[in-house]
């Protein structure tokens, strides 16, 4: 398995301004993926993101809007930009590392809660 | 798109109690996880099953794989306050590691 860090574990905004989430990863992985969750529902899959190449958006998810940094293989930054109510959830990284099988098994950071006001 | 849908969404039992949670597809997946996760934190990676038909029991947690490869079923015996969380399933959708969640089983044990 692997252990993932984030932060900030939580904070409060103003509309308007920009928030970055760091993602930390204590191996080298090759997949990270940021995902968005309401309180007590599922994950919904904003972005992939490689090293050394751009971050692959979903549908409904872009980049001007979550601008996604992955500078080597154990970081990545997920940046909440021009905040709105609507914005505020819970935001979480995860990993597929690269010692794992072929079952795209995901590993969890604790996750990012996000108010903004 | 290979959707999972996932029953109940919600479950509220006493300590002690069995439960069940269901996971199904109308596409084939090569694998299925179950997740757990608590309040505050990322969801845990409890099981993947891969083979059809497949059994596998981690303590009171029996998970089985379809024989289709279609669903699977995650069923919990005598449930302890522990075992609360939320309840995900998942499989993965493509070759690049994306993963595709049911809804989630939001699951309480009541002592």
């Known amino acids: 398995s692997a252990v993932i860090s984030q932060k900030p574990s939580r904070d409060i905004c103003q509309r308007g301004t920009s928030l970055t989430i760091q993602c930390q990863v204590d191996s080298q992985v090759t997949m990270m993926f940021w995902y968005r969750q309401q309180p007590g529902q599922s994950l919904t899959l904003i972005a992939t993101a490689n090293q050394g190449s751009e971050a692959t958006y979903e549908s409904g998810f872009v980049i001007d809007k979550f601008p996604i940094s992955r500078p080597n293989l154990t970081f990545s930054t997920l940046t909440v930009s021009n905040m709105s109510p609507e914005d505020s959830s819970i935001y979480l990284c995860?990993?597929?590392?690269?010692?794992?099988?072929?079952?795209?098994?995901?590993?969890f950071g604790p996750g990012t809660r996000l108010t903004v006001l | 798109t290979q959707l999972l849908e996932q029953s109940p969404q919600f479950l509220s039992i006493q300590e002690g109690e069995n439960l069940t949670v269901y996971c199904n597809s109308s596409?084939?997946?090569?694998?299925l996880q179950w997740y757990r996760q608590e309040p505050g934190e990322g969801p845990v990676l409890l099981v993947t099953v891969v083979t059809g038909g497949e059994v596998k029991k981690l303590k009171r947690l029996t998970f089985q794989f379809g024989d289709a490869r279609k669903d699977s079923s995650l069923h919990i015996t005598a449930a302890q306050p522990g075992d609360t969380g939320l309840y995900l399933c998942?499989?993965?959708?493509?070759?690049?590691?994306?993963?595709?969640f049911g809804a989630g089983t939001q699951v309480v044990v009541t002592p």
């Open positions: 995860s990993v597929e590392p690269v010692s794992r099988d072929t079952y795209n098994e995901q590993f």
């Open positions: 998942a499989g993965p959708t493509d070759s690049w590691g994306k993963l595709q």
């Open positions: 596409s084939v997946f090569s694998s």
